[in-house]
């Protein structure tokens, strides 16, 4: 089973590498809690990721990429505008997620930074590896020094600003000491200056005025304005060929070329501005949404956050503005701004609202240009992409779940392929807290707000007995289907039976039919009629406002009885409904909806006899389901031989005919009604895996259900026997210490707050 559910996953990844971008960017496995396992980048993410999907035994694979592979279950990815941009982006990815599969430095020292310090006189322009705080101009990041180096190389062909370190340092301190900088420092311009490799600054030949035109022109260039130095370069390069000096031009053409490299590959994903951004990007694709929100901060874009979202939405716009609430409700680390597509009516309230929540400004804009406008079309267009990818997930389950459900019709001989599926466990501790479950699947997905639980109420505490329990739930889940009451009367009718309440002219029938009523009890009578005679009827006895009595049925047939007995529960509302039962009928009454009382209330006290049962019918046990009104197109059942017989003789009593099949856990073998010999599944048959994958979605249903049963009656039999403690103060106890063990463990002084001295007493008597 371990190779087959393997092989599927793997399967499943390839549908959605086979339709994953090719553009460049940024790909994250993960596991199947959802951890990111590696983060890797790519020129082309669909060809890369092809790699990790190849066959187990393909020799490329080496030790490492063989057990990651065997971790993944899923796959996400963000396209990027470059290689660059994706080169940066899972640097910040792998420092801020550490993924176990990732090769991890140990410092921040893989960045360099063009650092101009303008808070000097004279500044100088160096590549450096940090940002201090020291009020000079830092841009960057970039990831390769020599790249930074050459291009600085061509920008001083553009504007020359390079100038020795000795230089600037000595007029640097001339300005300190209020000294003229305008005589030269150097009996002669130094070499440097002579062959062009420095400005001639400090020589008498380049101003300050000068060479801060030429500095705040790189601060240009590096704030993304590129245009005016290729225009410049591309002048002198024209210049130099008419001059006839080849090699000047040729070294100006390769300095044009760095910028239009340096153009191409502009990034956005990293910056040295500290912004704080929330960027929100949205696409809508077949009446579904996606949002990705992508997270820079500090400058540095270091998360993308993705979300799928259920119900339909009329644009962009709608979407943002539910949302944006919804997310920001849930969180802690609120941006300065969220950057939308579209701004919604209410983004003035939205903003509002955030900024209240963060208690600082946060606003909610729409960026016209810049950078904001780049990372803005990078959240879109992964959006888009994470929605074509989820489109295909869902289309590569659905066909799996298509091919096994048209399996299984086939292999059980099933008329078509099931469309409900409904799965069946039964657990117990021992023979108490015996519980069972109902699991769905619909359409081959689990649909779990139709999961149902059933508290046994046919058997004693300590008794064991999984027929019984397993027959009492079906019998409880089948009666759902097998009876109308409105068509049972019309049945009931051509036969010439009605029923009603009494009329005057019947009380006397109605006693010697029914009995005397008892006195001082208010009641109420269903009769049957046959051919306008009275011939039986049930009694309904109204003890108090919320409490009532049925007395048995009486009538000819079990048939009658019964219909009588599920129209008075029919007709109830918000009473609870006690019935006194011979034990043998217990389960028959069980099948009702009926359970055993677990504290018999005073008024029937002496009326219970040996042999009887007191059972009850509550209120919100008896409404419409509309899990349990749907029919189902195959049964379930975990177990062998005996469990499906007792399926089947449940199915029986409930006069259904429905598809049922057990799956015993020893060998995974499949039952069917009429054959001794389990059904052979083909290996690997994706349908024998859907019913394993429904059988253990039950198991695991029951013995949650059980387990909060065992906790609850836990907490319950340590604090209701204690004298003298009611239960208002033992709710307050629960709610102000959580616990027994909390109650337990508090201080007599944190307990007087609620109990009296007398129940603090009986309290620490007790625990």
């Known amino acids: 089973m371990r190779k087959s559910a393997a092989s599927d996953s793997l399967a499943r990844l390839r549908a959605i590498v086979a339709k994953a971008p090719t553009a460049p960017g940024v790909y994250r496995w993960l596991d199947a809690k959802g951890d990111v396992l590696y983060v890797g980048k790519a020129k082309n993410l669909r060809s890369r990721m092809k790699s990790y999907v190849?066959?187990?035994?393909?020799?490329?694979?080496?030790?490492?990429?063989?057990?990651?592979?065997?971790?993944?279950?899923?796959?996400?990815?963000?396209?990027?505008?470059?290689?660059?941009?994706?080169?940066?982006?899972?640097?910040?990815?792998?420092?801020?997620?550490?993924?176990?599969y990732n090769v991890m430095m140990k410092d921040d020292k893989n960045y360099v930074y063009v650092r101009i310090s303008v808070q000097e006189a004279f500044p100088s322009v160096t590549v450096v590896r940090r940002m201090e705080e020291d009020k000079a101009k830092y841009f960057g990041p970039y990831l390769q020094a020599w790249k930074v180096r050459n291009l600085l190389d061509a920008l001083h062909e553009a504007f020359p600003y390079r100038t020795a370190k000795e230089t600037l340092d000595r007029l640097n301190r001339k300005v300190e000491k209020g000294e003229d900088t305008t005589t030269s420092l150097y009996p002669?311009?130094?070499?440097?200056?002579?062959?062009?490799?420095?400005?001639?600054?400090?020589?008498?030949?380049?101003s300050r005025e000068q060479y801060w035109e030429a500095l705040n022109e790189l601060i240009r260039f590096f704030r993304g304005d590129h245009k005016p130095a290729a225009e410049a370069l591309q002048r002198e390069m024209q210049q130099a060929a008419l001059d006839r000096k080849f090699e000047r031009a040729g070294q100006l053409r390769d300095a044009v070329a760095i910028i239009r490299e340096m153009d191409e590959e502009k990034q956005v994903v990293s910056d040295t501005t500290g912004d704080n951004l929330d960027i929100i990007g949205v696409a809508l694709l077949k009446e579904r949404a996606q949002v990705v929100l992508l997270r820079e901060r500090g400058g540095k874009l270091i998360g993308e956050m993705s979300f799928s979202l259920v119900g339909q939405a009329g644009d962009i716009a709608d979407v943002v503005s539910q949302f944006l609430p919804q997310y920001y409700s849930t969180v802690t680390?609120?941006?300065?701004?969220?950057?939308?597509a579209q701004a919604p009516e209410d983004a003035d309230t939205l903003s509002e609202w955030l900024t209240e929540r963060r208690g600082k400004r946060v606003e909610v804009a729409v960026p016209e240009r810049g950078k904001k406008v780049q990372l803005l079309h990078m959240a879109s267009r992964n959006a888009e992409e994470k929605i074509e990818q989820q489109l295909a997930k869902w289309e590569a389950v659905a066909k799996r779940l298509d091919d096994a459900l048209k399996q299984l019709a086939e292999l059980l001989q099933l008329p078509a392929p099931p469309k409900r599926i409904e799965g069946y466990d039964i657990s117990h501790l021992g023979g108490t807290e015996t519980v069972g479950s109902m699991v769905v699947l619909k359409d081959g997905k689990t649909a779990n707000d139709h999961y149902r639980s059933f508290t046994i109420r046919t058997l004693k505490d300590g008794q064991i007995d999984d027929y019984a329990a397993l027959r009492e739930v079906l019998k409880r889940r089948l009666r759902h289907l097998s009876r109308d009451l409105k068509l049972e009367e019309a049945a009931f009718k051509e036969r010439g039976v009605s029923f009603g309440r009494p009329r005057k002219a019947e009380v006397e029938r109605i006693a010697d039919?029914?009995?005397?009523?008892?006195?001082?009890?208010?009641?109420?009578d269903l009769l049957v009629r046959q051919d306008d005679a009275v011939v039986g009827g049930q009694r309904a006895l109204l003890h108090a406002p919320s409490t009532v009595e049925l007395l048995p049925a009486v009538a000819d047939t079990l048939e009658l009885r019964q219909f009588l007995l599920r129209r008075s529960l029919a007709s109830a509302k918000k009473e609870k409904l006690y019935i006194i039962v011979p034990d043998a009928e217990v389960e028959d009454y069980g099948e009702l909806g009926f359970r055993h009382v677990q504290t018999i209330p005073k008024l029937f006290a002496d009326r219970v006899l040996p042999g009887t049962t007191l059972l009850v019918s509550l209120p919100s046990e008896r409404k419409i389901d509309p899990s349990l009104t749907a029919r189902p197109d195959l049964l379930v059942i975990d177990g062998g031989k005996g469990q499906l017989s007792a399926a089947l003789e449940a199915l029986k009593q409930s006069g259904l005919d429905l598809h049922v099949v057990s799956l015993a856990k020893r060998e995974e073998e499949v039952f069917v009604p009429g054959n001794p010999v389990p059904i052979v599944f083909p290996q690997d048959a994706q349908a024998k895996f859907l019913l394993m994958r429904l059988r253990d979605e039950a198991h695991r249903f029951a013995n949650r259900h059980r387990e909060q049963r065992?906790?609850?009656?836990?907490?319950e039999s340590a604090i209701d026997n204690i004298p003298g403690i009611g239960e208002e103060s033992k709710r307050q106890l629960l709610t102000a210490f959580?616990?027994?063990?909390?109650?337990?463990?508090?201080?007599?002084?944190?307990?007087?707050?609620?109990?009296?001295?007398?129940?603090?007493?009986?309290?620490?008597?007790?625990?």
């Open 333 to 340: 680390d609120f941006p300065d701004t969220v950057l939308v």
């Open 188 to 206: 002669a311009p130094p070499l440097e200056v002579q062959i062009g490799r420095h400005c001639g600054l400090g020589c008498g030949l380049y």
């Open 513 to 524: 039919v029914l009995g005397e009523a008892p006195p001082k009890v208010e009641y109420a």
């Open 710 to 715: 065992g906790a609850k009656h836990a907490v």
């Open 54 to 100: 190849l066959p187990a035994k393909d020799p490329s694979l080496g030790p490492w990429k063989t057990a990651l592979i065997g971790k993944i279950a899923d796959v996400e990815v963000t396209v990027t505008r470059s290689e660059l941009e994706a080169l940066v982006l899972e640097t910040n990815l792998i420092k801020e997620l550490k993924p176990k």
């Open 738 to 767: 959580g616990s027994v063990a909390g109650i337990r463990s508090a201080s007599d002084t944190e307990l007087r707050t609620i109990l009296s001295p007398a129940q603090l007493a009986a309290l620490r008597a007790a625990l």
